[in-house]
Protein backbone atom coordinates (compact mmCIF):
# COMPACT_ATOMS: atom_id res chain seq x y z
CA UNK A 1 0.00 0.00 0.00
CA UNK A 2 3.03 2.28 0.55
CA UNK A 3 4.88 1.51 -2.62
CA UNK A 4 1.92 4.00 -4.55
CA UNK A 5 3.69 7.60 -5.54
CA UNK A 6 1.88 10.46 -6.16
CA UNK A 7 3.23 12.90 -8.16
CA UNK A 8 4.76 16.16 -6.77
CA UNK A 9 2.25 18.29 -9.13
CA UNK A 10 -1.09 16.27 -7.55
CA UNK A 11 0.52 16.33 -4.09
CA UNK A 12 1.04 20.09 -4.58
CA UNK A 13 -2.58 20.72 -6.37
CA UNK A 14 -4.40 19.05 -3.49
CA UNK A 15 -2.25 20.76 -0.87
CA UNK A 16 -3.24 23.85 -2.73
CA UNK A 17 -6.67 23.45 -2.78
CA UNK A 18 -6.87 22.57 0.58
CA UNK A 19 -6.02 25.91 2.02
CA UNK A 20 -8.80 26.97 0.58
CA UNK A 21 -10.37 24.00 2.40
CA UNK A 22 -11.58 22.74 -0.90
CA UNK A 23 -10.69 19.17 -2.46
CA UNK A 24 -10.21 17.37 -5.73
CA UNK A 25 -13.53 16.08 -6.33
CA UNK A 26 -15.27 19.48 -5.01
CA UNK A 27 -16.47 17.97 -1.48
CA UNK A 28 -15.52 20.09 1.43
CA UNK A 29 -12.93 19.21 4.04
CA UNK A 30 -15.80 17.02 6.30
CA UNK A 31 -17.94 16.04 3.53
CA UNK A 32 -18.02 12.35 3.05
CA UNK A 33 -18.50 10.69 -0.33
CA UNK A 34 -21.91 8.90 -1.33
CA UNK A 35 -22.66 5.40 0.33
CA UNK A 36 -24.39 2.88 -1.49
CA UNK A 37 -25.46 0.02 0.47
CA UNK A 38 -26.73 -4.01 -0.92
CA UNK A 39 -27.27 -5.91 1.80
CA UNK A 40 -27.93 -9.58 1.11
CA UNK A 41 -26.24 -9.22 -2.03
CA UNK A 42 -24.70 -13.05 -1.85
CA UNK A 43 -27.23 -15.91 -0.92
CA UNK A 44 -24.87 -18.56 -0.19
CA UNK A 45 -23.79 -16.43 3.04
CA UNK A 46 -25.66 -16.40 5.72
CA UNK A 47 -25.43 -12.20 6.12
CA UNK A 48 -23.59 -10.13 3.33
CA UNK A 49 -23.64 -6.49 1.78
CA UNK A 50 -21.37 -4.52 -0.94
CA UNK A 51 -20.98 -1.40 -0.15
CA UNK A 52 -19.45 1.40 -2.00
CA UNK A 53 -17.96 4.96 -0.56
CA UNK A 54 -17.57 6.68 -3.58
CA UNK A 55 -15.36 4.91 -5.61
CA UNK A 56 -14.03 2.61 -2.62
CA UNK A 57 -15.56 -1.13 -2.68
CA UNK A 58 -16.04 -3.65 -0.05
CA UNK A 59 -17.59 -6.72 0.15
CA UNK A 60 -18.38 -8.55 3.42
CA UNK A 61 -19.82 -11.96 4.03
CA UNK A 62 -21.00 -13.69 7.22
CA UNK A 63 -20.52 -17.43 7.67
CA UNK A 64 -22.11 -18.53 10.96
CA UNK A 65 -22.09 -22.76 11.86
CA UNK A 66 -22.26 -24.65 15.46
CA UNK A 67 -18.63 -24.61 17.24
CA UNK A 68 -17.14 -24.77 20.37
CA UNK A 69 -16.92 -21.84 22.77
CA UNK A 70 -13.86 -21.13 24.51
CA UNK A 71 -13.23 -22.16 27.70
CA UNK A 72 -13.34 -18.67 29.26
CA UNK A 73 -16.36 -18.18 28.02
CA UNK A 74 -18.90 -20.81 27.69
CA UNK A 75 -21.63 -19.52 26.98
CA UNK A 76 -20.70 -16.62 24.82
CA UNK A 77 -20.81 -17.57 20.93
CA UNK A 78 -17.58 -16.72 19.31
CA UNK A 79 -17.14 -13.35 16.42
CA UNK A 80 -14.00 -13.47 14.10
CA UNK A 81 -13.58 -11.04 11.39
CA UNK A 82 -10.67 -11.12 8.83
CA UNK A 83 -9.96 -8.72 5.69
CA UNK A 84 -8.07 -9.11 2.28
CA UNK A 85 -6.67 -6.81 -0.15
CA UNK A 86 -6.91 -8.95 -3.32
CA UNK A 87 -4.82 -7.50 -6.40
CA UNK A 88 -8.37 -7.07 -8.10
CA UNK A 89 -8.43 -4.22 -5.98
CA UNK A 90 -5.69 -2.56 -6.83
CA UNK A 91 -2.32 -2.56 -8.48
CA UNK A 92 -0.51 -2.54 -5.17
CA UNK A 93 -2.24 -4.95 -3.93
CA UNK A 94 -0.38 -8.77 -3.78
CA UNK A 95 -1.85 -11.83 -3.45
CA UNK A 96 -1.13 -14.12 -0.39
CA UNK A 97 -1.83 -14.25 2.79
CA UNK A 98 -3.28 -11.14 4.42
CA UNK A 99 -0.28 -8.45 5.46
CA UNK A 100 -0.14 -5.56 7.97
CA UNK A 101 -2.04 -3.55 6.15
CA UNK A 102 -5.40 -5.97 6.08
CA UNK A 103 -4.91 -7.16 9.57
CA UNK A 104 -4.86 -4.12 10.53
CA UNK A 105 -7.95 -3.06 8.97
CA UNK A 106 -9.69 -6.45 10.06
CA UNK A 107 -8.63 -5.68 14.17
CA UNK A 108 -9.97 -1.87 13.80
CA UNK A 109 -13.48 -3.01 12.48
CA UNK A 110 -13.00 -6.20 14.61
CA UNK A 111 -12.96 -3.70 17.76
CA UNK A 112 -15.47 -1.38 16.89
CA UNK A 113 -18.07 -4.04 16.33
CA UNK A 114 -17.07 -6.37 19.31
CA UNK A 115 -16.55 -3.12 21.74
CA UNK A 116 -20.28 -1.92 20.78
CA UNK A 117 -21.67 -5.28 21.63
CA UNK A 118 -23.55 -5.33 18.86
CA UNK A 119 -23.51 -8.64 18.18
CA UNK A 120 -24.99 -10.23 21.11
CA UNK A 121 -22.71 -13.10 21.71
CA UNK A 122 -24.78 -14.63 24.38
CA UNK A 123 -27.38 -15.08 22.70
CA UNK A 124 -25.37 -17.12 20.16
CA UNK A 125 -25.03 -20.11 22.54
CA UNK A 126 -26.72 -23.19 21.68
CA UNK A 127 -25.28 -25.63 24.83
CA UNK A 128 -23.58 -24.16 27.31
CA UNK A 129 -19.81 -25.10 27.59
CA UNK A 130 -20.38 -27.30 24.61
CA UNK A 131 -21.87 -25.37 21.42
CA UNK A 132 -22.15 -22.26 20.28
CA UNK A 133 -22.51 -20.47 17.23
CA UNK A 134 -19.36 -19.05 15.52
CA UNK A 135 -19.81 -16.36 13.47
CA UNK A 136 -17.29 -15.26 10.81
CA UNK A 137 -17.23 -11.95 9.18
CA UNK A 138 -15.14 -12.14 5.77
CA UNK A 139 -13.79 -8.78 4.38
CA UNK A 140 -12.80 -8.38 1.13
CA UNK A 141 -11.68 -4.82 -0.89
CA UNK A 142 -12.75 -4.78 -4.49
CA UNK A 143 -11.95 -1.82 -5.49
CA UNK A 144 -10.02 1.13 -3.42
CA UNK A 145 -10.06 4.51 -3.75
CA UNK A 146 -8.78 4.94 -0.46
CA UNK A 147 -10.89 4.98 3.40
CA UNK A 148 -11.18 1.24 3.45
CA UNK A 149 -11.67 1.73 6.88
CA UNK A 150 -14.66 2.90 6.70
CA UNK A 151 -16.08 1.52 3.79
CA UNK A 152 -15.23 -1.96 5.54
CA UNK A 153 -17.27 -0.89 8.96
CA UNK A 154 -20.06 -0.02 6.64
CA UNK A 155 -19.81 -3.72 4.69
CA UNK A 156 -19.05 -5.38 8.13
CA UNK A 157 -22.14 -3.72 10.07
CA UNK A 158 -24.61 -4.15 7.24
CA UNK A 159 -23.45 -7.60 6.59
CA UNK A 160 -24.18 -8.52 10.79
CA UNK A 161 -27.66 -6.51 10.65
CA UNK A 162 -28.51 -8.45 6.97
CA UNK A 163 -27.77 -12.18 9.13
CA UNK A 164 -29.46 -15.31 9.87
CA UNK A 165 -28.78 -17.48 12.26
CA UNK A 166 -28.89 -21.22 9.66
CA UNK A 167 -30.10 -22.86 12.58
CA UNK A 168 -32.44 -25.52 10.28
CA UNK A 169 -29.27 -26.26 8.07
CA UNK A 170 -27.66 -27.48 11.02
CA UNK A 171 -30.96 -29.31 12.74
CA UNK A 172 -30.53 -26.67 15.68
CA UNK A 173 -34.19 -25.38 15.57
CA UNK A 174 -35.84 -22.75 13.48
CA UNK A 175 -33.47 -19.94 11.71
CA UNK A 176 -33.43 -16.72 13.21
CA UNK A 177 -32.04 -13.22 12.72
CA UNK A 178 -28.70 -12.76 14.33
CA UNK A 179 -28.98 -10.75 17.33
CA UNK A 180 -27.69 -7.26 17.14
CA UNK A 181 -28.38 -4.35 19.24
CA UNK A 182 -26.73 -1.09 18.07
CA UNK A 183 -24.68 0.50 15.05
CA UNK A 184 -21.30 0.89 15.49
CA UNK A 185 -19.65 3.31 12.97
CA UNK A 186 -16.35 4.47 12.37
CA UNK A 187 -15.47 7.78 10.77
CA UNK A 188 -11.44 8.33 9.58
CA UNK A 189 -9.91 11.69 9.32
CA UNK A 190 -6.03 12.11 7.43
CA UNK A 191 -3.55 15.04 8.38
CA UNK A 192 -2.42 16.43 5.42
CA UNK A 193 -0.11 19.16 6.32
CA UNK A 194 -1.82 20.89 8.79
CA UNK A 195 -5.23 20.16 7.65
CA UNK A 196 -7.87 17.13 8.69
CA UNK A 197 -9.81 15.78 6.14
CA UNK A 198 -12.20 13.19 6.29
CA UNK A 199 -13.26 9.82 4.37
CA UNK A 200 -9.78 10.74 1.87
CA UNK A 201 -9.57 9.04 -1.27
CA UNK A 202 -6.49 7.33 -2.53
CA UNK A 203 -4.17 10.57 -3.51
CA UNK A 204 -5.43 12.12 -0.03
CA UNK A 205 -4.77 9.06 1.47
CA UNK A 206 -1.42 8.50 0.19
CA UNK A 207 0.22 12.06 0.89
CA UNK A 208 -1.73 12.21 4.60
CA UNK A 209 1.03 11.93 7.10
CA UNK A 210 -1.26 10.59 9.89
CA UNK A 211 -4.60 8.86 10.12
CA UNK A 212 -7.40 8.61 13.00
CA UNK A 213 -10.00 6.32 12.78
CA UNK A 214 -12.52 7.05 15.27
CA UNK A 215 -15.62 4.47 16.37
CA UNK A 216 -19.00 5.37 17.90
CA UNK A 217 -21.94 3.61 19.26
CA UNK A 218 -25.45 4.55 19.07
CA UNK A 219 -25.14 7.04 22.00
CA UNK A 220 -21.98 8.88 20.18
CA UNK A 221 -20.00 7.19 23.34
CA UNK A 222 -16.30 6.27 21.70
CA UNK A 223 -16.06 2.60 21.88
CA UNK A 224 -12.78 2.02 19.68
CA UNK A 225 -9.81 4.16 18.02
CA UNK A 226 -7.15 4.02 15.79
CA UNK A 227 -4.02 6.24 14.87
CA UNK A 228 -2.11 4.91 11.87
CA UNK A 229 0.22 6.58 9.78
CA UNK A 230 4.13 8.12 10.51
CA UNK A 231 2.86 11.59 11.46
CA UNK A 232 1.35 13.01 14.55
CA UNK A 233 -1.43 14.97 15.32
CA UNK A 234 -2.25 17.58 18.35
CA UNK A 235 -4.68 17.24 20.70
CA UNK A 236 -6.38 19.96 19.35
CA UNK A 237 -6.59 17.99 16.15
CA UNK A 238 -7.64 15.05 18.29
CA UNK A 239 -10.66 16.96 19.96
CA UNK A 240 -11.67 18.41 16.25
CA UNK A 241 -11.76 14.77 15.33
CA UNK A 242 -13.98 13.37 17.89
CA UNK A 243 -16.33 16.16 17.28
CA UNK A 244 -16.45 15.18 13.88
CA UNK A 245 -16.78 10.96 14.29
CA UNK A 246 -19.84 11.78 16.30
CA UNK A 247 -21.26 14.21 13.43
CA UNK A 248 -20.59 12.15 10.67
CA UNK A 249 -21.24 8.65 12.64
CA UNK A 250 -24.58 9.91 12.98
CA UNK A 251 -25.51 10.73 9.50
CA UNK A 252 -23.54 7.05 8.29
CA UNK A 253 -25.87 5.68 10.80
CA UNK A 254 -28.85 6.60 9.40
CA UNK A 255 -28.03 5.20 5.72
CA UNK A 256 -27.43 1.99 7.32
CA UNK A 257 -30.83 2.41 8.34
CA UNK B 1 -12.58 -5.61 27.49
CA UNK B 2 -15.31 -7.63 29.21
CA UNK B 3 -16.63 -4.76 30.51
CA UNK B 4 -19.61 -6.96 32.70
CA UNK B 5 -18.32 -7.52 35.90
CA UNK B 6 -19.39 -7.08 39.70
CA UNK B 7 -15.39 -7.18 40.47
CA UNK B 8 -15.29 -4.24 43.08
CA UNK B 9 -11.66 -2.54 41.43
CA UNK B 10 -11.70 0.67 43.32
CA UNK B 11 -12.77 1.10 46.85
CA UNK B 12 -14.55 3.63 48.36
CA UNK B 13 -11.35 5.62 49.12
CA UNK B 14 -10.45 5.67 45.83
CA UNK B 15 -7.77 3.04 46.33
CA UNK B 16 -7.21 -0.01 43.91
CA UNK B 17 -6.22 -3.32 43.94
CA UNK B 18 -2.55 -2.46 43.71
CA UNK B 19 -2.83 0.47 46.00
CA UNK B 20 -2.49 2.87 43.60
CA UNK B 21 -4.55 6.24 43.37
CA UNK B 22 -6.64 6.47 40.08
CA UNK B 23 -4.00 9.15 38.66
CA UNK B 24 -0.85 7.35 39.47
CA UNK B 25 1.09 4.67 37.22
CA UNK B 26 2.74 1.91 38.26
CA UNK B 27 6.38 1.96 39.48
CA UNK B 28 8.76 1.85 36.35
CA UNK B 29 12.50 0.77 35.72
CA UNK B 30 14.54 1.41 32.94
CA UNK B 31 18.11 0.55 32.41
CA UNK B 32 19.81 1.53 29.11
CA UNK B 33 22.34 -1.04 27.27
CA UNK B 34 21.71 -4.34 28.43
CA UNK B 35 22.46 -6.32 25.77
CA UNK B 36 26.22 -7.15 24.14
CA UNK B 37 25.23 -7.80 20.78
CA UNK B 38 22.34 -5.43 19.95
CA UNK B 39 23.21 -1.56 18.48
CA UNK B 40 21.51 -0.82 21.50
CA UNK B 41 19.24 -2.04 24.02
CA UNK B 42 16.82 -1.11 27.18
CA UNK B 43 15.01 -3.33 29.87
CA UNK B 44 12.43 -2.02 31.27
CA UNK B 45 9.46 -2.85 34.11
CA UNK B 46 6.57 -1.24 34.88
CA UNK B 47 4.78 -2.70 37.72
CA UNK B 48 4.66 -6.49 36.67
CA UNK B 49 5.83 -5.80 33.15
CA UNK B 50 8.80 -7.10 31.92
CA UNK B 51 10.26 -6.03 28.41
CA UNK B 52 13.33 -6.19 26.51
CA UNK B 53 13.86 -4.22 23.44
CA UNK B 54 17.22 -3.93 21.42
CA UNK B 55 17.90 -2.05 18.32
CA UNK B 56 20.31 -3.02 14.90
CA UNK B 57 20.95 -0.42 12.66
CA UNK B 58 21.09 1.26 10.69
CA UNK B 59 21.88 -1.72 8.68
CA UNK B 60 21.61 -2.91 4.88
CA UNK B 61 17.71 -3.77 4.28
CA UNK B 62 16.67 -7.12 4.07
CA UNK B 63 14.41 -7.71 2.54
CA UNK B 64 15.91 -5.53 -0.54
CA UNK B 65 12.43 -4.36 -2.23
CA UNK B 66 11.27 -2.82 1.18
CA UNK B 67 14.08 -0.22 0.91
CA UNK B 68 13.75 3.21 0.51
CA UNK B 69 16.15 5.81 -1.52
CA UNK B 70 15.11 8.32 0.51
CA UNK B 71 15.26 7.54 4.18
CA UNK B 72 15.83 4.46 6.63
CA UNK B 73 12.95 2.85 7.16
CA UNK B 74 11.88 1.16 10.36
CA UNK B 75 10.94 -2.16 11.25
CA UNK B 76 9.55 -3.34 14.15
CA UNK B 77 8.75 -7.06 15.77
CA UNK B 78 6.78 -7.06 19.03
CA UNK B 79 7.11 -10.30 20.14
CA UNK B 80 5.76 -12.30 23.53
CA UNK B 81 7.37 -14.88 24.58
CA UNK B 82 5.78 -18.37 25.14
CA UNK B 83 5.81 -17.58 29.47
CA UNK B 84 4.99 -14.18 29.14
CA UNK B 85 1.21 -14.87 30.17
CA UNK B 86 -0.32 -17.37 32.28
CA UNK B 87 -1.82 -20.17 29.45
CA UNK B 88 1.29 -20.77 27.36
CA UNK B 89 1.41 -18.35 24.36
CA UNK B 90 1.80 -20.43 21.27
CA UNK B 91 5.46 -18.56 19.56
CA UNK B 92 5.12 -16.63 16.50
CA UNK B 93 3.85 -13.86 15.07
CA UNK B 94 -0.23 -13.29 15.18
CA UNK B 95 -2.40 -10.14 14.38
CA UNK B 96 -2.19 -9.08 17.13
CA UNK B 97 1.43 -8.80 17.22
CA UNK B 98 1.67 -8.16 13.79
CA UNK B 99 -0.63 -5.34 14.35
CA UNK B 100 1.29 -3.65 17.36
CA UNK B 101 4.55 -4.09 15.61
CA UNK B 102 2.93 -2.34 12.95
CA UNK B 103 1.90 1.46 15.14
CA UNK B 104 5.38 1.23 17.33
CA UNK B 105 7.08 1.62 13.86
CA UNK B 106 4.87 4.51 12.96
CA UNK B 107 5.26 6.02 16.33
CA UNK B 108 9.12 5.81 16.14
CA UNK B 109 9.19 6.88 12.77
CA UNK B 110 7.87 10.37 13.58
CA UNK B 111 10.90 10.63 15.94
CA UNK B 112 13.82 8.88 14.36
CA UNK B 113 15.92 11.02 11.34
CA UNK B 114 15.16 8.46 9.10
CA UNK B 115 16.38 10.60 6.27
CA UNK B 116 19.89 10.42 7.49
CA UNK B 117 20.08 6.60 6.45
CA UNK B 118 18.97 6.62 2.91
CA UNK B 119 18.27 2.78 2.05
CA UNK B 120 18.69 1.83 5.34
CA UNK B 121 16.85 -0.59 8.12
CA UNK B 122 16.59 0.33 11.57
CA UNK B 123 15.46 -2.57 13.51
CA UNK B 124 13.85 -2.90 16.62
CA UNK B 125 12.85 -5.95 18.34
CA UNK B 126 10.67 -5.36 21.44
CA UNK B 127 10.20 -8.96 24.11
CA UNK B 128 8.03 -9.30 26.42
CA UNK B 129 9.27 -11.26 29.42
CA UNK B 130 6.29 -10.89 31.39
CA UNK B 131 3.09 -9.57 30.85
CA UNK B 132 0.74 -7.54 32.99
CA UNK B 133 -1.61 -5.07 30.83
CA UNK B 134 0.22 -2.32 29.09
CA UNK B 135 2.99 -4.39 27.35
CA UNK B 136 2.70 -1.99 24.03
CA UNK B 137 3.00 1.06 25.88
CA UNK B 138 6.11 -0.54 27.69
CA UNK B 139 7.66 -1.98 24.50
CA UNK B 140 7.51 1.21 23.33
CA UNK B 141 9.19 2.94 25.75
CA UNK B 142 11.81 0.60 25.97
CA UNK B 143 12.26 1.33 22.19
CA UNK B 144 12.82 4.32 22.93
CA UNK B 145 15.96 4.13 24.73
CA UNK B 146 16.95 1.49 23.12
CA UNK B 147 17.48 3.54 19.59
CA UNK B 148 19.26 6.46 21.47
CA UNK B 149 21.32 3.99 23.24
CA UNK B 150 22.24 2.67 19.72
CA UNK B 151 22.90 6.71 19.19
CA UNK B 152 20.68 6.60 15.98
CA UNK B 153 19.74 10.64 15.82
CA UNK B 154 16.10 11.47 17.84
CA UNK B 155 14.01 14.40 17.71
CA UNK B 156 12.66 13.31 21.21
CA UNK B 157 12.43 10.06 23.26
CA UNK B 158 8.86 8.67 23.12
CA UNK B 159 7.50 7.77 26.25
CA UNK B 160 3.40 5.66 26.22
CA UNK B 161 0.87 4.53 28.82
CA UNK B 162 -2.24 3.54 28.68
CA UNK B 163 -5.00 5.23 30.52
CA UNK B 164 -8.65 3.19 30.68
CA UNK B 165 -11.84 3.06 32.65
CA UNK B 166 -12.39 0.20 35.02
CA UNK B 167 -15.42 -0.29 37.61
CA UNK B 168 -16.75 2.85 36.28
CA UNK B 169 -13.49 5.13 37.15
CA UNK B 170 -11.30 6.49 34.76
CA UNK B 171 -7.71 4.86 36.00
CA UNK B 172 -4.20 5.53 34.65
CA UNK B 173 -1.77 2.66 33.54
CA UNK B 174 -4.29 -0.18 34.08
CA UNK B 175 -3.16 -3.34 35.56
CA UNK B 176 -3.85 -6.56 34.40
CA UNK B 177 -7.40 -6.92 36.53
CA UNK B 178 -8.15 -3.45 35.60
CA UNK B 179 -7.34 -4.36 31.94
CA UNK B 180 -9.60 -7.60 31.79
CA UNK B 181 -12.24 -6.52 33.91
CA UNK B 182 -12.66 -2.92 33.03
CA UNK B 183 -14.54 -0.84 30.49
CA UNK B 184 -12.03 0.72 28.32
CA UNK B 185 -8.32 1.35 27.73
CA UNK B 186 -6.90 3.83 25.75
CA UNK B 187 -2.62 3.59 24.49
CA UNK B 188 -1.32 6.75 24.08
CA UNK B 189 2.25 7.68 22.84
CA UNK B 190 3.57 11.60 22.94
CA UNK B 191 6.52 13.69 21.78
CA UNK B 192 6.89 14.76 24.75
CA UNK B 193 9.10 18.40 23.27
CA UNK B 194 5.91 19.15 21.07
CA UNK B 195 3.32 17.39 22.82
CA UNK B 196 2.20 15.12 19.41
CA UNK B 197 0.51 12.49 19.77
CA UNK B 198 2.52 9.79 18.19
CA UNK B 199 0.10 6.20 18.90
CA UNK B 200 -3.03 6.24 19.93
CA UNK B 201 -5.78 3.50 20.11
CA UNK B 202 -8.85 2.56 22.31
CA UNK B 203 -11.43 0.36 22.83
CA UNK B 204 -14.15 -0.16 25.18
CA UNK B 205 -17.17 2.42 26.16
CA UNK B 206 -15.84 5.91 27.10
CA UNK B 207 -18.46 9.35 26.77
CA UNK B 208 -16.19 12.76 26.01
CA UNK B 209 -16.06 13.56 29.38
CA UNK B 210 -14.05 10.65 30.27
CA UNK B 211 -12.19 10.00 27.47
CA UNK B 212 -10.73 13.14 27.87
CA UNK B 213 -9.88 12.84 31.33
CA UNK B 214 -8.07 9.49 30.20
CA UNK B 215 -5.99 11.67 27.68
CA UNK B 216 -4.93 14.02 30.65
CA UNK B 217 -3.69 11.46 32.59
CA UNK B 218 -1.76 9.51 30.32
CA UNK B 219 -0.41 12.76 28.99
CA UNK B 220 0.48 13.35 32.40
CA UNK B 221 2.35 10.17 32.82
CA UNK B 222 3.87 10.18 29.97
CA UNK B 223 5.97 13.32 31.10
CA UNK B 224 7.10 11.84 33.52
CA UNK B 225 7.93 7.93 32.33
CA UNK B 226 10.18 10.45 30.19
CA UNK B 227 12.05 11.66 32.82
CA UNK B 228 12.94 7.89 33.90
CA UNK B 229 13.79 7.17 30.31
CA UNK B 230 16.29 10.41 30.14
CA UNK B 231 18.06 9.61 33.45
CA UNK B 232 18.24 5.61 32.29
CA UNK B 233 20.30 7.19 29.42
CA UNK B 234 22.06 9.69 31.30
CA UNK B 235 23.10 6.71 33.89
CA UNK B 236 24.38 4.92 31.22
CA UNK B 237 26.23 7.43 29.36
CA UNK B 238 27.14 10.03 32.29
CA UNK B 239 31.16 9.87 33.66
CA UNK B 240 31.98 10.28 37.14
CA UNK B 241 34.63 12.25 38.57
CA UNK B 242 35.93 8.56 40.16
CA UNK B 243 35.87 7.31 36.27
CA UNK B 244 37.91 10.48 34.70
CA UNK B 245 40.74 9.59 37.62
CA UNK B 246 40.76 6.16 36.74
CA UNK B 247 41.28 6.48 32.85
Given at each position: MSEHV????????????LKDGRREDGRGVDDIRKISIDAGCVESADGSARVKLGRTEVIAGVKIMPGTPFPDTPNSGVLTMGAELIPMAHSTFESGPPGEDAIELARVVDRGIRESGM?????????????????????????????????????AVSALRSAVIPAEQYGRGENKPLPVTCTPVSVTSVK????????????????????????????????????GGRGSITRDELSLCLDRAVEKGKAIREIIG | MSGQTDMVLVDKKGMRIDGRKADEHRPVHIEAGVLSNADGSAYLEIGKNKVLAAVYGPRECHPRHLQDPTKAIIQCKYNMQAFSVSDRKRPGPDRRSVEISKIIAEALEKVVLTELYPRASIDVYIEILQANAGTRCAGLT?????????????????????????????????????????????????????DEIVLLQMDGNMTREEFDKAIDLAFGACHEIYEKQKTALKERYAVTKEDEEDE
Open positions: VSEIKRDHIMKLVDVKQLCIKEGEEVWMCFVDMYALDYDGNLFDAANIAIGNDLILDPNFDEEMISSARLTVTTDDEGNFRAMQK | AASVALADAGIPMRDIVPAVAAGKADGHVLLDLNKEEDNFGQADVPLAIVPST
